[in-house]
């Protein structure tokens, strides 16, 4: 917190040098610091972009299929996303074509 605080540095860059220091101090030999370091944080990247990759593709699907606009119709008709005012309207564009869509009614 001192580093974020008090030098007013990045948070991620606070952590890895808190990240590192931490090494040095409890005794790790040198040479294993950063190379601990970077297994550790890529591991982490690793599961995270597994999650975000899976996340993307399961979002595309669902945007394809229509699923998305049903699960939004869905959860706004249930009163869980509840805005007074917005509802599904129509609208045409200027290619002839006509799509439902969010839009505030008033």
Known sequence: MLLI????LHPALALAVAA????VASGMPL???PLSFTLGVGNLMG???IVLG???VLGRLLAGSGGAAALGRLLVDAGL???PGLCW????SSACRC???WAWCC
């Open 99 to 101: 799509s439902l869509r």
């Open 5 to 8: 605080a008090r030098v007013r």
């Open 54 to 56: 899976l996340g993307a």
């Open 81 to 83: 996303l509840a805005c």
């Open 31 to 33: 040479k294993q610091v």
């Open 20 to 23: 590192l220091a931490l090494g």
């Open 47 to 49: 599961h995270i972009a």
């Open 89 to 92: 309207r129509w609208e045409s």
